[in-house]
């Protein structure tokens, strides 16, 4: 295995010298080219997704979608040009005591990506998703490491992309698909010399086994591990009286969506006693029961699905609120539950992420007990809001808890459904990712896979374009300390 | 110990709590009034530092004069505002199938940052130096672990930043300095939980440790270490033949500057086998026996350059070409020795940095053994070509492995003298820095102490002014993917 590990990261490696290079236009037409390949695969790629992952056929209609339109964004990111960042500061040869000399600098790519996709999207954040068409954006070479929960989707958006490879004339090290599903693999690959990064989407044991292996190395990496979260929604007083029942069928499509199985899914409403919260939970109670129950992505995320329930349920504290009880093999419950504060409070373990379709509503005594709960739990991809403006003007205090604790704050929306632009965080405070500095999600995405790089007193001719004098891409420059796309006089 | 740790960091983060929400102007104001109580201590700090560091007095006029107006253009930056990265992107309500949420988001603060001043430069790089600037600017408090070697003048420094503190009416846990020279101590401070970031400047050694300490933590921060390195510089055929004395001058002065205690000492000179590399061999011996000798920071600084020195000039593969011979406790010998690329690709520990005033010209057979040297060598804070024009249109190709082994590439200069730009990058791939993706001189430093926050639907009164739709400080955005200092019509 070591030996075969060697041969694709060498591969990677020497893709690498020759891809670095390639021109912003280049890599747009290969992004949009994979775009192509993977729509070209029709109606047989959605349907070995569904068979593989038991999502039905028309979710991933819009996944696809998704994914295609994600690789065409950072197509027409790279193709523009401005994201490299470039900063010219031009010489001041007459400065006192010493001239001081030209320095410009820009973003460059960091060398081969590692991609673990995520089980719960096999296209949009697995084989060709946002992590492979950021990286390939930036410049970098990819290694996927397949998702062992969808082999035939994985392999044959694979051959898409290779084919788009070949289409573009580039490198056939650009772009690999390794397959397995021992942990020493992916071990092995995250410890390998050649490996420059890795981008990883799953759960948190899976994310930080791989941020530990990558703290084995000699010569540390950037590794983003995007882990989930259990997306704390606030439901305030006014809103609870005047928008319940919205409120209740937003959150409940929201906690069964991908039949719980996004990491941005609802796990903890947090609320404080009162009767319009009550009311609010049996409506949220009855909105559940009327949504069907499916059948998990695969027999493990099943299995810790029923187990996590099924120790939660027994507890004493906590009261089930409404619970399916869909019978047959990987199909899930979904469950409303609700909890005292005081009882939650005292059992860290309630405050895990449960993967699939369950919530607990935390009911507070009053408002500092609610605001004792949030701060208690970790790092959050996002924290919601449920509030009219009136209870916003009387509790701007909530807004300053809800910057320190998640990367994404959402005001009466439910936090699934992740938009792929340029303002999206999809990342946050550990344990939702393992740098809260970066984003997964959205065009951002391709900062992880870049360094700065400056060049001091260098020759125009020997500039890369985006930093010659002419700005023959008309990219948008921060030069002398003014953004402008305008040629420069040297 | 472990105490007084606690109630350091916990001091700094109630102190963060209301720090990170203080308006750009305010933390300028803040900043140049740090650089005022600096100026102000006047002539005795840098008599202080000039007596605990060794240095000439005159050497701290110049870092004085830096420290200050680095403080200042980091004021001047969050004075502006624009530096926060605004992204907006408004709500499209009539999407398909369903409406797009208004997403808004920029950089917060991260929280308490640890900061390890360098040695080197006690003032510059230190106490008040460019980490401590940058986070302050950033929105994060800051606990200074004072560096051993210069008690007095980081005591001075920091009584001068707590003057300011007060003078502005900020809490007392915005800064706040910690002595002490056990490693313990910088363990402790580093793995306790409240900490948000580290930044380190000093050997790899010591960077490497606090890295390590880091790793430890349940949860991960970004600790960026800058650990110097050897800074290769390329001597090219046609420049030999026509600049040599200029070279060879502007070199003995890079080599020696600050007794060779800069990160960016030029360490390895690579050459070609030919005449005009032994007539500027010639030359630069010539030009250092110019140069005085001084004493060094420290005795551990200098006990290691001169162990350092003895085991290289005892290789017998390593031929003296210059040595100084300077006597006297603390005394540094410049040196220049030279030795041949077989002999030096098959002596590793020929490739390590000796942090002093010495160099070692790698003398190569050929175009390729150059290469392979230079490849060889690993992350460099800095590479330099010495070349003309036409060297370099022969040679694109070195342009391209510059790249990859370094954070900046010096063109017929010298790597000691790093700017404050905009467009610096002072860092690299490892072990020049543990992380290349950022920088820590240059007003990019204060990327590494800030995360993305993104705001769903937020109404506008609750956003911060930077995401308001009025732009109230006029600052340039990204809007709807256009760049721009408008206001934005609801």
């Known amino acids: 295995m070591i030996l075969e590990i060697n041969k694709i990261m060498e591969h990677a490696q020497e893709a690498f010298l020759s891809y670095q290079q390639v021109s912003g236009s280049k890599k747009k037409e290969f992004l949009y080219s994979i775009a192509e390949e ?14 593989e992952s038991h999502l039905p056929f028309a979710r991933f209609v819009g996944e696809r979608g998704r994914t295609c339109s994600q690789l065409r964004a950072f197509g027409d990111l790279v193709g523009e040009g401005s994201w490299v960042e470039a900063v010219i500061d031009q010489a001041l040869p007459d400065r006192q005591p010493q001239p001081r000399p030209d320095m410009r600098k820009m973003s460059i790519s960091l060398g081969p990506i590692l991609v673990f996709g ?52 580039l490198h056939s090290g650009v772009f690999q698909h390794v397959e397995g599903v021992s942990f020493e693999l992916g071990k092995l690959l995250t410890q390998h010399p050649l490996t420059a ?24 990496i950037p590794v983003f591990s995007e882990m989930g979260s259990t997306n704390p929604v606030i439901v305030m007083k006014d809103a609870l009286n005047h928008r319940s029942p919205e409120m209740a069928k ?29 009311h609010f939970t049996s409506l949220l109670a009855i909105e559940l029961s009327l949504i069907s129950s499916y059948k998990m992505l695969n027999e493990g995320i099943s299995e810790n699905y029923d187990s996590a ?22 199909m899930a419950s979904p469950v409303l539950a609700r909890v005292h504060a005081d009882h939650f409070i005292q059992n860290p373990e309630l405050h895990h992420e449960i993967f699939g379709p369950f919530s607990v509503i935390v009911v507070c005594e009053n408002k500092s007990q609610l ?36 990367g994404r704050i959402v005001f009466n929306g439910v936090p ?9 965080v999809h990342g ?32 125009d001719f020997l500039l890369p374009v985006e930093l010659q004098n002419a700005n023959p891409m008309g990219i948008l420059r921060k030069t002398n300390g003014v953004f402008s796309r305008q040629a420069l006089i040297p």
């Not at 499509?253 to 404080?272: D, E, K, Y």
Request: charged share 15%.
């Open 416 to 424: 699934t459904g992740v938009e792929v632009t340029n303002a999206t």
């Open 250 to 278: 937003a959150m409940a499509a929201s906690i069964t969506i991908g039949v719980g199985q996004f990491c941005t899914n609802p796990g903890i409403i947090l609320g404080i006693k009162s009767s319009v919260l009550n």
């Open 428 to 459: 946050g405070p550990y344990p939702a990712a393992t740098d809260a500095r970066f984003t997964s999600v959205g065009m951002d995405a391709i900062k992880r896979w870049v360094r700065p790089l400056c060049y001091q007193d260098c020759p």
């Open 118 to 169: 995520a089980s719960n999207f096999p296209l949009a954040y697995s084989t060709a998703g946002g992590d492979t068409a950021s990286a390939l954006a930036a410049g970098c070479p990819v290694v996927v490491k397949g998702h062992p929960s969808h082999p035939r989707t994985s392999r044959m958006v694979s051959s898409a992309i290779q084919k788009a490879v070949g289409k573009c004339g």
């Open 38 to 51: 993977i729509e070209s695969l029709g109606d047989e790629l959605l349907h070995t997704a569904s068979e």
């Open 197 to 220: 990064g890795v981008g990883f989407t799953g759960s948190l044991t899976g994310g930080r086994a791989i941020f530990d292996y990558a703290q084995q190395r000699e010569v540390p």
């Open 309 to 330: 329930l099924n120790k939660v349920l027994q507890d004493k504290g906590v009261e089930t609120i409404y619970h399916a009880h869909a019978e047959g093999e990987l």
């Open 371 to 406: 605001l004792q709960v949030w701060s208690m739990l970790k790092g959050q991809l996002t924290t919601t809001l449920m509030a009219t403006d009136h209870d916003l003007e009387a509790n701007k205090d909530m807004v300053d808890m809800a910057r320190n604790i998640a």
